[in-house]
């Protein structure tokens, strides 16, 4: 059958109209391919990064004095009420895993957002009305001096149900809107793809900037006992960045989601399974199809490493019947893009449990970098600054070393290197840094004992006469290992999970941190178990200037000089994924500079 001139007509006018389309398969709000002066770039990005800041803010309006407001206006003691926070703050990030899967696998990103970010505000909003109506009561109470009343089991469960809802809507749609930013921008253009790199960088700028207002305007009202203030100017906050967020419908560029992955995670190891007994076939007689999947994923390229797993896509006689009578069962052959993807999560895995000691580290910010501060002097000129608004410093730290890595160190190396820093080798200076600043947070709280007041028994609760600005270089430190560490992470994960498993690669930095302020938690627990004896109080104790904080800081130092060597090692193993295309082996080549 031959081609009329209409068909040929018809294919020149779609092939015309294909030219202004993005080619990374994105589409519109009305489902048509999306065209690349109409949709996403900086347009949308920058609606996006305010999106992310508004919602940030309203977040840690909640979180940063969450522990403040368990135990002035709950009633909880200090070693309950920190427990309870860094559960509730472990909870937040393993929401991220849900969003992430609900967005993959069957609403996409677009929907997920809205929707997490819907239970966000309901969830700021029943607070609020919460603290207002019920929980601070007496009037005036939830200060330093004045603590609140007993609550009824009915309003504990409400304050527990909000907070939660709160945990749940930040969480789910933390990793969603990281993914959905990088979305607008297409991998296949030049000026766009370096658009895509910034915008993480930007990201995570714009993420710290907004949790800036909470650490230092939001923390003093708080403080002061002002919480349902608070408490509605993060509801405001949050539903600004909804409404923003809504505004950007029509331009946003949009994926389809691409189905559950278990199954097709499930198949490929049943499928191996099933061949155990095969010989490990070469790579040019594995199963490909020829054309793209529905959903839009890319084929990916055969990589060696994980070799078992070929055999899933080796084409056995009986394979090759059903093949032709079109009646193949995936649980029996798998493609080659299918079996990369398992090999894809498989070799991500072991650099994201190494990231696990970096949020370890970066936990302590909230937790004992604000305790052992508000055993120093806090006092400047008759103001007494909050210890957990010393975070600022951290803030700032972020946004300084990303305009010196941006605008300085990448352009040095492009320069005498002729290359860039990798991700894995930013990860890698990330770690170091981690190490730097429990270090300098060690060598402060020396200096801070020795100025301490020595003649105190054990109630005493003088603070140090050292001031608490001695406290900047760990912070910034830590500020400065994050730009190199959870930017880059964003970055990696984003760009080496396969097509139909975005959010979740997002969601691995979440879930890293989660787990971080778990095992910090158990970490403490397990020194406190160890260095307490009868008339010892161990290294953390209720009272500073009778333990030893800084020995826990340096044993965290020395579990992070650990990781980091198990780290290099598998850098220097990582094995880049691999699409198929021009250029792409190119590509991957000149980003797999690891660490030396």
Request: glycine residues 8%; aromatic residues 12%.
């Amino acid at each position: 059958m031959g081609f009329t001139e209409k068909d040929t007509n018809e294919g020149k006018v779609k092939k015309d109209q294909q030219e202004g389309c993005t080619t990374d398969g994105a589409i519109d709000s009305h489902g048509h391919p999306a065209l690349r002066q109409r949709t996403g770039t900086w347009v949308t990005g920058i609606l996006i990064l305010v999106n992310q800041g508004l919602a940030t803010l309203a977040f840690f309006g909640v979180g940063v004095n969450l522990v403040l407001f368990l135990t002035r206006v709950m009633g909880e003691e200090n070693a309950e009420a920190a427990n309870n926070v860094s559960k509730w703050t472990g909870t937040v990030y393993i929401f991220s895993l849900l969003g992430a899967f609900l967005s993959d696998s069957y609403w996409g990103r677009y929907f997920t957002c809205v929707i997490f970010q819907l239970i966000f505000v309901i969830g700021l909003v029943s607070l609020s009305l919460a603290s207002r109506i019920f929980l601070l009561k007496p009037s005036g109470c939830g200060d330093k001096e004045s603590k609140c009343g007993p609550h009824t089991s009915y309003q504990t469960t409400l304050f527990n149900v909000s907070i939660y809802l709160i945990a749940l809507g930040n969480g789910g749609y933390q990793p969603n809107i990281a993914t959905f930013g990088a979305d607008q921008f297409d991998e296949g253009d030049p000026k766009e793809q370096y658009s895509k790199v910034a915008f993480f960088s930007y990201f995570y700028l714009a993420l710290n900037l907004g949790s800036l207002f909470s650490n230092t305007v939001l923390d003093y009202f708080e403080d002061e006992g002002q919480w349902t203030l608070g408490f509605w100017a993060s509801f405001a906050s949050a539903a600004v960045a909804l409404i923003l967020f809504l505004c950007g419908t029509p331009r946003y560029r949009y994926f389809k989601p691409g189905g559950n992955p278990l199954p097709r995670v499930a198949q490929v190891f049943v499928a191996a399974a099933r061949k155990w007994k095969v010989k490990v076939p070469p790579a040019e007689k594995l199963y490909q199809v020829e054309e793209c999947s529905n959903d839009g994923r890319r084929k990916m390229l055969h990589t060696k490493g994980f070799r078992f797993l070929d055999k899933a896509a080796f084409i056995t006689s009986k394979d090759l019947e059903q093949i032709e009578e079109k009646n193949c069962s995936p649980w029996r052959l798998s493609t080659v893009t299918q079996v990369e993807e398992v090999k894809c999560i498989l070799r991500l895995l072991p650099i994201w449990l190494c990231t696990i000691m970096y949020s370890v580290v970066f936990a302590q910010m909230a937790s004992l970098f604000v305790v052992q501060g508000d055993a120093m002097d806090t006092g400047i000129s008759g103001f007494n600054i909050p210890a957990a608004s010393m975070s600022s410093f951290d803030i700032l730290g972020v946004a300084l070393f990303i305009f010196i890595n941006r605008r300085v160190i990448n352009p040095l190396i492009a320069k005498k290197l002729k290359t860039k820093l990798s991700e894995l080798q930013r990860m890698g200076i990330g770690l170091i840094l981690a190490i730097m600043a429990m270090v300098s947070a060690g060598l402060v709280e020396k200096f801070r004992l020795k100025y301490a007041i020595k003649d105190c028994n054990n109630n005493c609760d003088e603070s140090s006469s050292l001031s608490i600005f001695w406290q900047v270089p760990q912070y910034m430190l830590t500020g400065a290992s994050e730009v190199f560490m959870y930017v880059a992470q964003l970055e990696f994960f984003n760009g080496q999970a396969p097509d139909g498993l975005k959010s979740f690669g997002s969601a691995l930095c979440m879930t890293s941190i989660s787990l971080g302020n778990y095992v910090s938690s158990l970490l403490v627990a397990i020194v406190m178990k160890i260095s307490t004896r009868h008339d010892i109080p161990g290294w953390i104790p209720g009272n500073l200037n009778l333990g030893h904080l800084d020995r826990f800081y340096f044993l965290l130092a020395a579990l992070t000089s650990a990781d980091f060597v198990v780290y290099i090692v598998l850098a220097r193993c990582y094995k880049y994924i691999k699409f198929e295309g021009k250029g792409q082996e190119d590509i991957n080549k000149e980003n797999h500079q690891l660490i030396v």
